[in-house]
DNA sequence: GTCTATATTCCGATAGAC
DNA sequence: GTCTATCGGAATATAGAC
């Protein structure tokens, strides 16, 4: 892996970690054994490092959107959980909620790319929901981007939540989730 | 008021809008008119500063509960959105979620404090949906508690995506949920 | 209680050698 | 690309006068 890419995988998980103003450039520069000055070389900024790891983000989803383009609705859905499943084994929060709460501290671009990220997800879990309900597997009476809204603040929410409530909730949540949306 | 409770509404608005890690003295120094160094006599370490300010949130919400005790299902869940409502119309994110992300970086004593939050509102939304149930006038097929989680994590995950997905998701929402409670 | 002054540490960022 | 060295600023915190 190259060094760019080291720093960038790191930065997403102390960004999720710690939060975007809870993790500095010596934390990257100790762990993969480089200087922070070097770190400036591929990141000019500290801006560019979140433009670029929100931007990994939204690549990874495209990859995701590919790979599930022919599957049934549950394995759609099943491939958005898979998200938070490993977000929840890393003990930490996901990257949109992250980055959200610390909204009005970070560089415009940040905000940007991270609103291009948070409407891809978005659109990817309606159309998710629009495809089950005509093909008769999901239930549900309200609008299907309100739905995923409610399902995606679900995910966003509860890997927040557990660390204060208790781990098991997380499997109860997502059980729930399906089981609703099954039900008639 | 007392300027130790001018300090506490600030640094509550302040996490709620920047973060935990995104605020300084500095910041309630300027606004409210008193040097830095003279926070410390209130609150002698920023940890301090946390610690009471989430206590402030749980005695509110004690308030809340008192308030709410002989009121409607709907009424009682009312009271709870209007938590979420308040954080809406300041356009920041709610204490529990904000102080979440940052749940690494914070002391011990803010954590302890936090879960404590946690534990009282998770009751308290537990309770309304066990009430409304055995009313009659909420459904639902899951436990009393991931339902509870499920709301809890709709509004914790609406307040901090709408500002990057749109400000009516969150009135779409909050009817959602009541309507899918009233539906059989 | 609030102030001035200061200690200490940390952070993001840049210049320039290698 | 990575390093050493350093700048400038901001942060939490403390000591002591008023």
Redesign the pocket.
Known sequence: MT?RDQILKLSDKLIRDKGFNG????DISKTI??????I???F????DLGVATVKGHLKSLEEIKKTIANKSPFQKLEAFFSIYVKVKSEKSVCLVGSLATDLNTVDGKVKVELKNLATAILELVTETLEDGKSKGVFHFQIPARTKALMIITNMLGIVQLMRLTGEQDFEAMKGSIVKELKSK
């Open positions: 060094t993790f500095s450039f010596h054994g480089i200087k922070t000055a070097s400036h070389y591929h000019p900024t500290k801006a």
